[in-house]
C-alpha cells in the first residue's frame, strides 16, 4: 500500500460561529483521480482553500507528499507540487494571458529545485499550456477581452503551468458547451495518464461519473460518502442531500 | 531602449538641467527645483510599493522626517559629509520599512494602510519628546554659504540641488529596472490579485517586504539633506501632511502603471504649488493638489499617462 | 511614599468619561469600515465638520451645541449617502476601492481640513454652554459635566444604534449586508441601497460626535488627524463589526489615554492610541471580541 499523495486528517474550519468544515478526512492515492461533489455551501472550495493554504485550519493537520502543510503558505506548496484552480476565475487583470501563464511558470516551476528554464523553454511552455485549453490564438489578449468560457479555462491552464503533483479543478467547466467539456475531459485524463493526481470539484454529473476512480461527497462541512462512485451516488443519504 | 542607453540618457538630461539652472541669474531656480526634484524622489519611490504593488502608503511623512532627522542627528554627534548622511538616512528608513512591513504586511492592505498612518503619528510623537535632536522647539543646522566641488567654490544650494538631482535620476532608473525586471512582475500580480499570485506560486510577503523597503529607504534618502536645504527643522515641517498628500496625489495624478507618471505627477503638480505659493498662499496651493487628487481618482483612474493612452489609442484604426 | 491614589481614580474615572465619548466617535467607523469593509479614514474630518457647525451656530444663534448636533443628523445622513454613492460608482463598482478608494477618502481629509484652515484659520474654536466649566464634586473625585454629558448621551446613542440595527427591518438588513451581501440580494433587498443608508447613518453619528467633541474640548482644524488612530485603533481593538466590542476597546483606550496623560504628560496621549492600533495589528489583528 503506498503512502498516499494527499492526507487530510480531521480538517476543522469555521468563520465565527459558522462551522465550515467539521473533522475532515480524507486520502487521496498518487496517481488517483478524485471526485468530490456536495451542495453549494458544503464547504468544498473551503476544503481546497485550507488544502493550498489560502485559508488556515483551526484543527486537524494536511500532509502532502509527505510533508506537513501546516503553517506552510500557499505559493510554498504551490511549489512543493499543489496547484489549484479557482471557482471564480481570478486572472491577472493588467497582464496579457499568455503572461497569465508565465507567473506560475517562473515562480512555482522555476523555484524547484533542481529545474532549469531558459527564457525561451518558458515562452514555449506558455505557448504550449495555452494550446492545451485552445486559448493561444489569445495569448496577446488581455484577461477582460475574453469570455466567461475562455476566462475559466485561463483558470484551468494558469493552475496547470504550476506543472503540479496534484491538480485540483474547483468547477473549471461550468458553462461549457458539450464538446468543451468533453475536451477538458480528454485533456484531464490526459494529464492523469502522465502522472498528475487530480481532484475534479463538479456539479456536471456526467462528466464527474465518467471521469473519478473515487467519489466524495461533501454536506454542510461534513464528509458523508467516499468509495466507489456508482455506490456513492445510490446512498441514500447522498440521494437525500442532493433532492430532499 | 537597453537600460545602459536609458541610464545614459537619464544622467545626460540631469547635465543639461543642472547647466541649465546655472545659466539662470537667480538663485530661486535652485531652492524651487530643489523642491521639485525632491518630490519626484517621493512621488517614484511611492509608486513601487503604492502604483507596482498597490499597498497604499500614508506615512511618506515618516520615512521622510526619519531620513531629515537622522541627519540632525549626526550634525550633533558626529558632523559627516551629506553623500554619507543620504545612505544612513536611507538605511535608517529602509531598515524602518522593514520592520513596519514585517509587522503588518500579512494583513489586508487597508489595514497596511491604516496602520502607515499610525506609525506617522507614533514616529512624530516619539521625536517631538526627544530633546537631542530639538523636540518641539526644532533644530537648527547651520550650513555654510559655499563649498568646494569640482576644483570651484559653488553656493551651497548648488550642491544640494545636484545631490537631490542625483538622487531623483537614481530613484527613476531604480523604479525603471524593477519594472521591467522579474521583480517588477511579482509585484504587478500582487496587485492585480494577491491571492491568485500566492496560489501561483508567488513569495507576496517576501515581495512586498522589499517593496517596502526600498519606497522606504528611497524617501529616507529624500529627507536626509533636506536639514541643510530649510536650516530650521521642526517636526511639524518634517512630519507635515503635505509630503503624505503629495507623495500620494503625484503619482495617481500622473499615472501608478509605470515610472514615468509619478515624473509627470512630481514636475506638473511641483511647479504649480511652487507658482501658487508665490502668487496665492501655501494653504491653497495644498488645496489645490487634494481637490486635484479627488478630481483624478474619480474621472482618470489611470493618471495623464493613462489618459494619453486612451487618446492613442482611439486613434489608432 | 505616598501613592496618588486620588490621582489615579480620578484619571481612571475621566478615562472612562472620554472613552464613552470615544464610543461615540468610533461607532461611525465600526459601520463603515468593520461592516461594509469601506475604509473611510475621512471620518474624522466628518467630525470636525460637525463641531465647527456646532461653533458657527452655537455662535450665531446661542442654540445648544447638542441641538445643532441632533439637527444636523439630517443633513450628514443625506451627506453620508452622497459621499456613499460617488464612492460605489468610482470605485465599489469597478473594483477598485483597494488604491483609489482610500486615496479618494485622504484626498476628502485633506481638503476638509485644508478649507477649514482657510475659513476659520487655526486658533482654536469652543461652544458656550451652561454645562461647560462646572463639575460634579464628590470627595475628591471630579466630575465635569462637559465630560458627563457627552459621555451619557453617547451611550444612549450607541444603544438607540444597537436598538435600530437589532430590531428594524432595515437595521437588520444593514447587519446582513455585512456578513453576506449576495444572500442579501437574493432576498429582493438592494444591498447598494442598504449600504448607503448605512453610510449615512455612519457619517450621520459623526454630527453627532462632533457637537460632543467641541463640548469637550476646544477645537482647531488638525485636531481631526490625532482621531484616525484613535477611531481605528478602537475598531480594530474591538474587533471588526462587533459593536460591544467597540465600547470595550473604547473605554479601555479612554483609561490608558486618561493615565499616560496624567503621569506622563499629554504630549504622550497620541503615541497611546497608534501605538495600541499598530500593536494591535501586529499581534492579534482580530482584536478583543474578534472572530
Known amino acids: 500500500m503506498t503512502e498516499p499523495l494527499l492526507h487530510i486528517e480531521q480538517v476543522s474550519k469555521r468563520f465565527g460561529g459558522f462551522v465550515a468544515l467539521d473533522g475532515i478526512n480524507l486520502e487521496v492515492a498518487p496517481g488517483e483521480r478524485l471526485g468530490l461533489i456536495g451542495p453549494n455551501g458544503s464547504g468544498k472550495s473551503t476544503l481546497v482553500n485550507c488544502i493550498c493554504g489560502t485559508l488556515h485550519?483551526?484543527?486537524?493537520?494536511?500532509?502532502?507528499?509527505?510533508?506537513?502543510?501546516?503553517?506552510?503558505?500557499?505559493?510554498?506548496?504551490?511549489?512543493?507540487?499543489?496547484?489549484?484552480?479557482?471557482?471564480?476565475?481570478?486572472?491577472?487583470?493588467?497582464?496579457?494571458?499568455?503572461?497569465?501563464?508565465?507567473?506560475?511558470?517562473?515562480?512555482?516551476?522555476?523555484?524547484?529545485?533542481?529545474?532549469?528554464?531558459?527564457?525561451?523553454?518558458?515562452?514555449?511552455?506558455?505557448?504550449?499550456?495555452?494550446?492545451?485549453?485552445?486559448?493561444?490564438?489569445?495569448?496577446?489578449?488581455?484577461?477582460?477581452?475574453?469570455?466567461?468560457?475562455?476566462?475559466?479555462?485561463?483558470?484551468?491552464?494558469?493552475?496547470?503551468?504550476a506543472e503540479p503533483k496534484l491538480l485540483i479543478a474547483d468547477e473549471?467547466?461550468?458553462?461549457?458547451?458539450?464538446?468543451?467539456?468533453?475536451?477538458?475531459?480528454?485533456?484531464?485524463?490526459?494529464?492523469?495518464?502522465?502522472?498528475?493526481?487530480?481532484?475534479?470539484?463538479?456539479?456536471?454529473?456526467?462528466?464527474?461519473?465518467?471521469?473519478?476512480?473515487?467519489?466524495?461527497?461533501l454536506v454542510s462541512g461534513r464528509k458523508i460518502a467516499d468509495g466507489n462512485p456508482a455506490e456513492v451516488v445510490r446512498n441514500p443519504e447522498v440521494e437525500k442531500a442532493y433532492l430532499g | 531602449m537597453q537600460s545602459r542607453t536609458f541610464i545614459l540618457l537619464t544622467l545626460l538630461v540631469a547635465a543639461a538641467c543642472f547647466a541649465a539652472a546655472q545659466l539662470v541669474s537667480n538663485n530661486y531656480v535652485f531652492f524651487a527645483g530643489y523642491t521639485v526634484l525632491q518630490f519626484i524622489v517621493l512621488a517614484t519611490a511611492w509608486n513601487i510599493l503604492g502604483g507596482y504593488c498597490g499597498y497604499v502608503n500614508f506615512g511618506s511623512a515618516a520615512f521622510f522626517a526619519l531620513g531629515a532627522y537622522s541627519t540632525v542627528f549626526f550634525y550633533k554627534a558626529f558632523p559627516m559629509p551629506i553623500p554619507a548622511l543620504i545612505v544612513i538616512g536611507g538605511l535608517v528608513s529602509g531598515i524602518v520599512g522593514f520592520g513596519m512591513g514585517y509587522l503588518t504586511l500579512r494583513l489586508r492592505g487597508s489595514f497596511f494602510a491604516i496602520a502607515t498612518l499610525a506609525l506617522a503619528v507614533v514616529l512624530q510623537t516619539l521625536i517631538v519628546n526627544w530633546d537631542y535632536v530639538g523636540g518641539s522647539r526644532g533644530a537648527y543646522i547651520i550650513r555654510p554659504n559655499t563649498i568646494a566641488f569640482a576644483g570651484r567654490e559653488i553656493p551651497y544650494i548648488e550642491y544640494l540641488f545636484l545631490l537631490m538631482?542625483?538622487?531623483?535620476?537614481?530613484?527613476?532608473?531604480?523604479?525603471?529596472?524593477?519594472?521591467?525586471?522579474?521583480?517588477?512582475?511579482?509585484?504587478?500580480?500582487?496587485?492585480?490579485?494577491?491571492?491568485?499570485?500566492?496560489?501561483?506560486?508567488?513569495?507576496?510577503?517576501?515581495?512586498?517586504?522589499?517593496?517596502?523597503?526600498?519606497?522606504?529607504?528611497?524617501?529616507?534618502?529624500?529627507g536626509a539633506p533636506f536639514p541643510y536645504y530649510i536650516g530650521y527643522l521642526q517636526p511639524q515641517s518634517a512630519f507635515a501632511l503635505d509630503y503624505a498628500v503629495n507623495s500620494i496625489a503625484m503619482p495617481m495624478i500622473g499615472g501608478t502603471a509605470s515610472w514615468i507618471g509619478p515624473l509627470i505627477g512630481a514636475i506638473l503638480l511641483g511647479t504649480i504649488q511652487q507658482v501658487a505659493t508665490v502668487t496665492i498662499s501655501s494653504a491653497v496651493n495644498v488645496l489645490i493638489v487634494g481637490v486635484l487628487l479627488v478630481l483624478f481618482v474619480i474621472i482618470a483612474p489611470n493618471g495623464l499617462v493613462g489618459l494619453v493612452q486612451d487618446l492613442m489609442r482611439r486613434g489608432r484604426p | 511614599m505616598d501613592f496618588p491614589f486620588e490621582l489615579l481614580i480620578n484619571a481612571i474615572i475621566a478615562g472612562v468619561l472620554l472613552g464613552g465619548f470615544y464610543i461615540a466617535v468610533t461607532v461611525g467607523i465600526s459601520i463603515a469600515f468593520g461592516m461594509l469593509d469601506i475604509v473611510n479614514i475621512a471620518h474624522p474630518a466628518f467630525i470636525i465638520l460637525g463641531s465647527y457647525l456646532a461653533y458657527i451656530?452655537?455662535?450665531?444663534?446661542?442654540?445648544?451645541?447638542?441641538?445643532?448636533?441632533?439637527?444636523?443628523?439630517?443633513?450628514?445622513?443625506?451627506?453620508?449617502?452622497?459621499?456613499?454613492?460617488?464612492?460605489?460608482?468610482?470605485?465599489?463598482?469597478?473594483?477598485?476601492?483597494?488604491?483609489?478608494?482610500?486615496?479618494?477618502?485622504?484626498?476628502?481629509?485633506?481638503?476638509?481640513?485644508?478649507?477649514?484652515?482657510?475659513?476659520?484659520?487655526?486658533?482654536?474654536?469652543?461652544?458656550?454652554?451652561?454645562?461647560?466649566?462646572?463639575?460634579?464634586?464628590?470627595?475628591?473625585?471630579?466630575?465635569?459635566?462637559r465630560m458627563l454629558i457627552p459621555c451619557v448621551l453617547a451611550l444612549g446613542m450607541f444603544a438607540a444604534l444597537q436598538l435600530y440595527l437589532g430590531r428594524t427591518y432595515v437595521g437588520r438588513a444593514i447587519m446582513a449586508v455585512a456578513q453576506d451581501q449576495g444572500a442579501l440580494s437574493l432576498m429582493a433587498a438592494n444591498p447598494i441601497r442598504i449600504k448607503r443608508i448605512a453610510f449615512g447613518i455612519s457619517i450621520?453619528?459623526?454630527?453627532?460626535?462632533?457637537?460632543?467633541?467641541?463640548?469637550?474640548?476646544?477645537?482647531?482644524?488638525?485636531?481631526?488627524?490625532?482621531?484616525?488612530?484613535?477611531?481605528?485603533?478602537?475598531?480594530?481593538?474591538?474587533?471588526?463589526?462587533?459593536?460591544?466590542?467597540t465600547v470595550i476597546a473604547a473605554l479601555l483606550l479612554g483609561v490608558v489615554e486618561s493615565i499616560t496623560a496624567t503621569f506622563y504628560g499629554p504630549s504622550w496621549a497620541p503615541a497611546v492610541s497608534f501605538g495600541f492600533l499598530l500593536l494591535t495589528l501586529a499581534f492579534r489583528p482580530a482584536g478583543i471580541l474578534g472572530r
Do not use: W
Open chain 1, 57 to 161: 485550519n483551526e484543527a486537524g493537520s494536511v500532509t502532502f507528499d509527505g510533508r506537513k502543510m501546516d503553517g506552510l503558505p500557499a505559493h510554498q506548496r504551490t511549489v512543493l507540487g499543489l496547484a489549484r484552480s479557482f471557482q471564480l476565475p481570478r486572472p491577472f487583470a493588467s497582464l496579457s494571458v499568455a503572461e497569465n501563464l508565465r507567473v506560475p511558470l517562473l515562480y512555482a516551476v522555476k523555484a524547484r529545485s533542481g529545474s532549469h528554464l531558459s527564457a525561451t523553454e518558458l515562452d514555449e511552455r506558455c505557448v504550449e499550456y495555452l494550446r492545451l485549453v485552445a486559448l493561444d490564438h489569445k495569448a496577446a489578449k488581455r484577461p477582460r477581452d475574453l469570455t466567461q468560457v475562455e476566462m475559466r479555462k485561463l483558470e484551468l491552464a494558469r493552475a496547470l503551468a
Open chain 1, 172 to 217: 473549471s467547466m461550468a458553462g461549457l458547451s458539450h464538446s468543451e467539456i468533453e475536451d477538458i475531459l480528454k485533456l484531464l485524463m490526459e494529464l492523469n495518464g502522465r502522472g498528475i493526481t487530480i481532484i475534479l470539484i463538479e456539479h456536471i454529473m456526467s462528466a464527474v461519473m465518467s471521469f473519478s476512480q473515487r467519489l466524495v461527497v
Open chain 2, 165 to 222: 538631482l542625483t538622487l531623483a535620476a537614481l530613484a527613476i532608473i531604480a523604479a525603471r529596472t524593477i519594472e521591467r525586471s522579474r521583480l517588477g512582475f511579482g509585484f504587478a500580480t500582487i496587485r492585480d490579485d494577491e491571492l491568485a499570485a500566492e496560489a501561483s506560486g508567488v513569495p507576496t510577503l517576501r515581495l512586498k517586504l522589499i517593496a517596502t523597503t526600498i519606497s522606504g529607504a528611497l524617501m529616507g534618502m529624500a
Open chain 3, 57 to 145: 451656530i452655537n455662535a450665531s444663534f446661542g442654540l445648544d451645541p447638542v441641538l445643532v448636533g441632533l439637527l444636523m443628523l439630517p443633513v450628514f445622513f443625506v451627506l453620508g449617502a452622497a459621499v456613499y454613492q460617488v464612492y460605489y460608482l468610482s470605485f465599489e463598482k469597478r473594483g477598485q476601492e483597494a488604491l483609489r478608494g482610500l486615496a479618494f477618502f485622504f484626498g476628502i481629509l485633506f481638503i476638509t481640513e485644508v478649507a477649514l484652515i482657510l475659513v476659520f484659520g487655526v486658533d482654536y474654536r469652543y461652544v458656550e454652554a451652561p454645562y461647560i466649566g462646572p463639575a460634579a464634586h464628590f470627595a475628591f473625585i471630579d466630575l465635569p459635566f
Open chain 3, 204 to 245: 450621520a453619528t459623526a454630527a453627532m460626535a462632533g457637537a460632543f467633541l467641541i463640548i469637550i474640548q476646544p477645537v482647531e482644524p488638525s485636531v481631526g488627524r490625532e482621531y484616525i488612530g484613535r477611531v481605528f485603533a478602537i475598531c480594530v481593538l474591538g474587533g471588526l463589526g462587533s459593536l460591544p466590542g
